[in-house]
């Protein structure tokens, strides 16, 4: 029995040679495997039902055929060069081109930043990340905009925008545009800062939908929205839990704080409109939900029980605002609210964490100060956004010019569904 139990010892190593502890750490792959296909249930069908539901009965497929080709063609986009500009050692900028096609990639390797789990599974889960971004993007300019546009300007961002701040603010480990201790767990600047502008920039340079302001643009079919933003909030447990990439207390904290703050803003949300409107909306509290969810998410990894309340309530009251009221003071067509939701959001919870996940504050993991930490936060968001604003604006003109953004008037009438894929989702 103690010879069964030594050569145990000698068979079971702490540690590879290459720094690796995989084979001790299977708990962290199995949780991190699971995370990716939460991931990507976020994007199809998540994220499809939820624009789906959100535009006209004559323009769903057209949501669904974005969300599907994006997921594709971004997939493929991350291996060609999106991982190796995003995730390998390069400029003070943006990444290498030592990894264009993962090359020497095998079921052994691991970065040296997270030896615990294989380094083919970091690709994969952060493969969601860059598909999904561009994904939040296209709810703005829906029922409007070309679909070769669409994928040609994703690309382009992907590699212009999503990368170089992938690279600073998690390869970096904070080390973003000359700034230092940058804090995002989860993608409130990565993901939504960037996502939530160029959206603003894209819907403004495409124009309104024809009708726009005194047409109501009402959604045909509540129920896939509803739906949609229920596996939202479900993958957003892969997406924020995960981004911690072990199975321990710190995932299960940020799970915790994930669901509270989209129940915190679910309610808030819910409550403004009783209060100003007389009955609470379906639409209303699932849009509250995505707007918790959003805001959390760069907070997820520094805040307690208590921050969450406090970060989604807070998400629900300026995201409200903003849907509400700045869109329409402004003129700008924002169709589904990304900015109003998704950029708003990733502001709030990007400012936010530098208050709330300080260890002075109940609940608060994070150990720094939190007047430098906030100034750095807010000088973080500044330089996301004029970076993908000004791409955006740069990358959009260039295609306006060459191939015209914007479908034609026809074809915007009789739907994109029909137009652009030559299908419609409900034949009598």
Not at 46 to 72: D, E, I, P
Not at 333 to 360: C, E, N, P, R
Not at 412 to 424: I, K, M, R, T, Y
Request: neutral net charge; hydrophobic residues 55%.
């Amino acid at each position: 029995m103690l010879l069964a139990g030594v050569l145990f010892l000698f068979a079971t190593p702490a540690g590879a040679a290459d720094g690796s502890t995989i084979a001790v750490n299977s708990g962290d792959t199995a949780w991190l495997l699971v995370s990716t296909a939460l991931v990507l249930f976020m994007m199809i069908p998540g994220l499809a039902l939820f624009y789906a539901g959100l535009v006209g009965a004559r323009n769903v497929l057209s949501l669904f055929m974005q969300c599907f080709a994006l997921t594709c063609v971004m997939s493929v986009l991350w291996l060609v060069c999106g991982y190796s500009l995003s995730f390998s050692d390069g400029n003070a900028f943006i990444g290498g081109l030592g990894e264009v096609f993962m090359s020497g990639l095998t079921i052994e390797s691991v970065r040296a930043d997270c030896p615990q789990i294989p380094k083919v599974l970091h690709f994969v889960y952060q493969m969601m990340f860059f598909m999904i971004t561009p994904g939040l993007f296209i709810g703005a300019f829906a029922e409007r905009m070309k679909f070769s546009v669409i994928l040609i300007f994703s690309v382009l961002w992907g590699v212009l925008v999503y990368a170089p701040c992938c690279y600073g603010v998690w390869h970096r480990a904070g080390e973003f545009m000359g700034l230092s201790g940058v804090k995002d767990l989860a993608g409130g600047i990565v993901v939504h800062v960037t996502a939530g502008v160029a959206a603003l920039v894209a819907c403004v340079m495409v124009g309104p939908r024809r009708g726009f302001p005194s047409t109501a643009f009402l959604p045909h079919n509540l129920v896939l929205t509803l739906v949609g933003a229920a596996m939202l909030w479900v993958g957003w447990f892969g997406f924020n839990g995960g981004s911690q990439l072990a199975a321990n207390g710190a995932a299960a904290m940020t799970i915790t704080v994930t669901h509270l703050s989209a129940c915190a803003a679910s309610v808030v949300w819910m409550m403004i409109e009783w209060v100003k409107n007389g009955k609470p909306s379906v639409l209303g509290i699932a849009t509250g939900s995505i707007a918790g969810l959003a805001a959390i998410t760069p907070a997820s990894g520094l805040v307690g029980p208590m921050g969450a309340l406090i970060i989604g309530s807070v998400s629900a009251v300026l995201c409200w605002y903003a849907c509400a009221k700045l869109k329409r003071r402004f003129h700008y067509d924002d169709a589904l609210d990304v900015f109003g939701v998704h950029g708003i959001g990733g502001i709030v919870g990007t400012l936010l964490l530098a208050v709330l996940g300080t260890k002075s504050f109940a609940g608060g993991l994070g150990d720094f100060e939190m007047a430098s930490q906030l100034k750095t936060q807010a000088l973080a968001i500044l330089y996301t956004s004029l970076l993908s604003g000004g791409v955006s604006f740069v990358v959009l003109w260039g295609l306006d010019k060459t191939i015209g953004l914007r479908v034609s008037e026809g074809s915007e009438s009789e739907g994109l569904d029909l137009a652009e894929h030559g299908e419609s989702a409900y034949n009598s």
